[in-house]
């Protein structure tokens, strides 16, 4: 176990570091000569064949899967099965020494009743699982085009090889690794790998050692978002980079889920009671003077009588209920059990990025004639009358709208969408600009059209401004040169500003007001860009002259003296302050969490500063301190809230881990890597957290499998995330998390009550066999008929119990404490067994005893009659009121008791089900909605009514009709269970710490 | 581990609970079962004294003796019967007393109620001739011709009548029964061919007299009435039947049936039969 967690963390190290890569170090033409391939001609199809061979396909290799057969097995063997199985094999046998000993055949067909529940309820389970992990479809994608034979040709992108060249446009997923040959502005997306949620340029240098860092290296699953390219592939399949998280992610194991470990807790807990008891009074037996055959058919019956059958059945459909609940409500779950431990979870580390903000980015602030505007594009229509007049904003508006690359995605369809819904290409800052402006002006391309762009200098992340020069449309014959950037950058290239219409020096004073706008804007977490204009004097720059950018290779020589044109001395005109801000219900969600008692912390790759904006936005930190402080805070016990520089956490140990854990209840940590998001995965399960972890990236995958429960995003998660999880958010919205958490709790509750409910009949299935043996009275309860309550009417009332609304507000209470709260207590136990089921036996025992004596045998007769009962041998036994019976009338007469104990049970049941509603809430507050619930009662009413009465059925159940005055005798005991627990549970909501509470409230 | 769990020394804990603990769920199951079975108690006790004295509530056709429409058909008995389980009555010398012991008690007990004084007002049954079927005889086991005594099943409100179903005519003109025409008849065969020819020279002792093909049972000791005051006051009929020639040391299986117009035989049913098994040993 140690020893593979430690590989696990190797495993995860190696990731950043050692890869094997040297194909960015080499020439270009060395990578041709290695694959045998050249640029123009590409593979041959031979060749390509021969390396599919031989590589296999270029696709991740499913999570290694159990295989069906094997999973058949689990549910045929496992858990209460395999008991059931010794049942069956102890009654074959029993059925055989029988038959060779005695010609008494009493059971001949419990065996093979035993061994279809088994198999039906097996398959059932299985069934059940199977169907709910085949909700996850693969997400394919469709073509890669790859050069072979000299011709460019649309492949599918499974049939790539080692040495193909590709060739990537803007909006293709990359499909395999390879090494860049030629690019044109590429920019890719890694933030399913990194997490960086910024585009990263790439070209044909190689700049860095780390592949990751390298700019000729594009990898398998990360996007085009700009640019085109041509590169070679490198590497394929589960070689690729991703494909190796996939298969670190597949490696890491974990324990089993927390209602798993409460089922398996449930099981050994019935089976040693089973077992013990099944001894015990074996063993009495024989005291007794029974013989061994008779001791074995005794603990057998035993067994039968104490195992629910139908109980695994019913946990797995009340989790299906939910999982399909779920469904509706865009939780796609995909692990059965994940539902309960979602309910016990007591920290969620959530990613910031596309779950908890929208992850679009969106223009939040102005900032111009030294005023700090707060933008929101829906209440922007009030707004704009006083921004029309402003000289400044006209000339801001205008360089926010030229100086930028992004455009709508140009169909009809898209253009009459609301702005925000869109379809955008370009740079996230530049669509979140253009559609504020879209919003505000009403009509970009119009005003593009009308001041066309001359030239333009692209934005890179060596100089970190972009310009462009326009000629205008407003009868200025001089060139206008718009420029966009980083504030300080911008701000060196300018010497004026232009304040309520007039350019003034841009001297000290303002540059104390633009300093202190700035940095309210970054404190508020908000990515700031600066504009700036210029027009370009006409004597120098007249129509016709040839501005020179193209040729700038901003990589080789990035310095804007080599312009033909000025880019100093320009206005500045303001700021623009963007982010990605929160989703609108999340602030509300987090509430919830915090009175949940669920603690919520925030993992990011992102800057501290946004980090903590987009924490304090949500409410997952409440301190208001700067976050300079709370970045302090880290090593401060008695602080409440810190954020965390994955830099910090880099240089913590163990035990400082465990602290920071321990002692801050609001915690932000940024600048993660992948390795450290899993180690406080780890770090908080040591603490015996149940731990929930959102992410969409790759990277995102291994603390995702680690966490107790992983949940994936459905619309921007990775597809190795989505596989990684056991439940994916449909509309990637943190909501949806907390209607997980309240459903994941109530199944919690209702499967207690389920079970209550289920055990509940266990005694009076129980007590006739003790009563049997030991005042050897005629059997008053058959095996047949125990089956018939636990597979026929006390399955649906206990899945009924599923579709019960919670007592109090669950959302307003701390989660489960996993190690003290079970789903099985010795309380919920002595509850189930020795009072509710007591009462039922005590009707079972009336209703028998009165039959009985109606037909002859008063119960003074009864006691130590059981051996002349049972023997064949016997056929004029006599009864009470001197008549004799035959062997086959008395039989009948005991069928016909078994019946009525049957019925008594159905019929009590009623109220047990009416009690089980609620642990604490009187039944009258409870109340009857439950229609489910109300039909179930109906149901099992009509079964028993049907089992009683149907002819064939009844004979192969081995019932009878019974007189329809007996269906009214066990109704005392139904109105004392009724009043009993009403009682009870009065007594717990008076006296809270009674004795009444302490050892049956459960 | 285990031990650990079922007592923990440490905090004086057995399977959980400390003693106080443990002393207040014992107080409080207590009252609980005390309340249960005072419940119970006095749901039996109002039924009790609902129940009738002398004849059940449901009996004959409504009771459980008649069901899924098989007919409602008395079973006959057999003794000496000592043992619950085994139908076995093995003959051998110095063997002999448990049986004749236990024929013996039972006509004890049977004519023993003819002391009750609402008897005298009931029928009493005597077979005024029982030839080798005498206490003094011990029932013929000593001489190795055993009288086994056979009768019929009590039913409340059962009357037999004479004749034979239509089915069991075959059966019936084989057995050769010639009894009065207004009683009933039983015939003992073995189970099997081999069984009977093991058990050739039968006599069936009724109160009408000795007969070596069947014996008979009056009509007019039926239908069964019940008891009066929970008393017996009644005598079900019986037959000796002596087997006088039975092959010895070979386990025989005997079964005797009754004959009547409305009495349905079946062998799987155990409806209008007795089966024993007897063994002669030198």
Known sequence: ?1002 | MIADAVYDSKRKEFLGRDSTRWGKLAIFYFFFYFGLAGFFSTLVFVFMRLVPLDRPRYHGDASCMQARGKPLAPGLGFRPQIDAVDNTISVEKNQIDRYVKSLHQYLLVYYWKYDIDRFNQTKKFTISDPGDCTPQNQYGFASGKPCILVKINKIIGFEPKPGYMPEDEEAYQNAGCRPNPNAISIHCTGESAADTANIQNITYISENGHDKNCGSLDTKWFPYQGKIDRQDVYQAPYIWVQFNDVKPNVPIKVICRIYAENINYNKLGYRALTQFELIIKN
């Open chain 1, 1 to 1002: 176990m140690f020893r593979e967690k430690l590989k696990t963390r190797k495993h995860l190290e190696a990731l950043k570091h050692e890869i094997d890569l040297d194909e960015h170090k080499v020439s270009i033409n060395e990578v041709y000569r290695r694959y045998g391939t050249s640029p123009a001609m590409g593979l041959s199809d031979e060749r390509a064949a021969v390396l599919l061979e031989r590589d296999g396909p270029n696709d991740l290799t499913p999570m290694r899967k159990i295989p069906e057969i094997v999973r058949l097995a689990k549910n045929m063997f496992g858990g209460f099965a395999i008991l059931l199985w010794i049942g069956a094999f102890l009654c074959f046998t029993a059925h055989f020494l029988e038959f060779y000993t005695l010609d008494d055949l009493q059971y001949d067909n419990v065996w093979i009743a035993l061994a279809s529940v088994i198999i039906i309820t097996g398959f059932f389970s299985y069934y059940q699982q199977a169907k709910s992990s085949k909700i996850m479809e693969s997400f394919k994608y469709l073509q890669a085009c790859v050069v072979r034979h000299g011709r460019s040709r649309n492949i599918n992108p499974e049939k790539i090889v080692i040495g193909d060249i590709l060739e990537i446009r803007r909006g293709d997923r990359i499909p395999a690794d390879i090494r860049i040959i030629r690019a044109h502005g590429l920019k890719v997306d890694n933030s399913s790998l990194t997490g960086e949620s910024e585009p990263q340029a790439r070209g044909i240098e190689y700049t860095n050692d780390d592949p990751l860092e390298t700019r000729n290296l594009a990898f398998f699953g990360t996007f085009a978002v700009e640019g085109s390219c041509i590169g070679v592939v490198i590497r394929t399949g589960d070689k690729t980079f991703i494909g190796r998280i996939a298969n670190l992610t597949a490696g890491i194991e974990r324990g089993n889920t927390p209602i798993a470990i409460e089922i398996n807790h449930f099981i050994r807990i019935i089976t040693i009671i089973a077992i013990v008891v099944g001894l015990l009074f074996c063993i009495c037996s024989l005291f007794l003077g029974y013989t061994y055959i008779e001791a074995v058919v005794f603990l057998i019956s035993i067994i039968v009588a104490q195992v629910p059958e139908g109980l695994l059945a019913t946990v797995t459909v009340c989790l299906t209920l939910t999982a399909q609940r779920m469904a509706r409500k865009n939780c796609l779950v995909k692990n059965l059990e994940a539902i309960e431990t979602l309910g016990s979870t007591t920290v969620i580390c959530a990613d910031k990025t596309g779950t908890l903000t929208q992850n679009q980015m969106t223009v939040a602030h102005f900032w111009f004639d030294n005023h700090i505007i707060a933008s929101d594009i829906d209440a922007f229509q009030s707004q704009s009358n006083y921004l029309k007049f402003s000289h400044c904003w006209n000339a801001l508006g205008r360089c926010a709208m030229l100086c930028n690359t992004a455009i709508f995605k140009d169909d009809s369809l898209n253009l009459s969408k609301p702005i925000v819904h869109r379809q955008c290409e370009g740079d996230a800052s530049e669509i979140a600009i253009l559609k504020c402006m879209e919003a505000i002006t009403g009509n970009v391309a119009l005003f593009r059209s009308k001041n066309p762009k001359i030239c333009e200098v692209q934005f890179a992340s060596s100089n970190r401004y972009q310009l462009s020069i326009h000629s205008t449309g407003d009868h200025d014959e001089r060139y206008l040169l718009v420029m966009k950037g980083a504030p300080e950058k911008i701000l060196k290239n300018c010497s004026t500003i232009y304040v309520d219409g007039c350019e003034i020096e841009f001297n000290t004073y303002w540059k104390k007001q633009y300093e202190k706008a700035f940095n309210e804007l970054s404190n508020l977490g908000e990515r700031v860009l600066a504009f700036a204009d210029y027009r370009l004097p006409l004597n120098k720059y007249p129509r016709d002259y040839q501005f020179d950018c193209d040729t700038i290779n901003f990589h080789v020589n990035p310095y804007y003296e080599n312009f033909n044109f000025p880019t100093t001395g320009l206005r500045f005109l303001g700021l623009i302050s963007l982010i990605d801000p929160p989703r609108v219900n999340v602030a509300e969600a987090v509430r919830k969490c915090r009175s949940a008692g669920i603690r919520l912390l925030m993992v990011t790759g992102d800057h501290p500063l946004t980090a903590a904006a987009i924490a304090r936005a949500t409410g997952i930190i409440t301190d208001h301190n700067s976050t300079d402080v709370l970045l302090k805070n880290a090593y401060d016990n008695n602080a409440r809230s810190c954020v965390i520089h994955g830099n910090t956490l880099k240089t913590m140990n163990k035990q400082q881990l465990d602290n920071l854990i321990k002692y801050h209840q609001e915690i932000v940590f940024a600048r993660t890597s992948p390795q450290q998001k899993l180690i406080i995965v780890e770090t908080c399960q040591r603490l015996g957290e149940i731990v929930a972890v959102t992410g969409d990236g790759v990277n995102d995958a291994p603390a995702l499998k680690k966490a107790d429960i992983g949940i994936a995003m459905g619309i921007t998660g990775s597809d190795v995330s989505k596989q990684a999880s056991d439940i994916i958010l449909l509309d990637d919205n943190f909501a949806s998390i907390i209607t997980g958490i309240e459903e994941g709790r109530l199944i919690f509750d209702n499967l207690k009550k389920s079970i209550c409910y289920t055990l509940s009949s266990k005694i009076p299935e129980l007590a006739p066999f003790l009563f049997y043996m030991i005042f050897q009275i005629p059997l008053p309860l058959g095996t047949i008929a125990i089956l018939c309550i636990d597979l026929g009417t006390d399955m649906l009332p206990a899945i009924s119990l599923a579709y019960e609304r919670a007592e109090s507000d669950i959302m307003k209470r701390p989660p489960r404490d996993a190690k003290r709260e079970h789903l099985a207590t010795d309380r919920l136990i002595s509850m189930s067994y020795g009072q509710l089921g007591m009462i039922q036996a005590g009707g079972g025992f009336f209703v028998y005893t009165v039959v009985m004596a109606e037909n002859g045998f008063l119960p003074s007769r009864l006691f130590g009659l059981r051996k002349s009962w049972d023997s064949r041998s016997i056929n004029d036994l006599e009864d009470s009121y001197g008549q004799e019976w035959t062997y086959y009338q008395r039989k009948a007469l005991e069928d016909t008791c078994h019946t009525a104990f049957f019925v008594t049970v159905v019929i009590v049941q009623w109220t047990v089900l009416l009690c089980c509603k609620s642990r604490r809430n009187s039944l009258f507050r409870q109340g009857m909605a439950n229609q489910v619930l109300n039909m179930s009662i109906v149901f099992e009413t009509v079964l028993a009514i049907l089992i009683s009465y149907t002819p064939y059925i009844n004979r192969g159940l081995m019932m009878y009709p019974l007189k329809l005055h007996w269906w009214f005798l066990p109704l005392p005991f139904t109105l004392l269970v009724l009043i009993y627990d009403e009682w009870r549970k009065w007594m717990i909501r008076k006296f809270p710490g009674s004795i009444i509470d302490q050892e049956t409230s459960y």
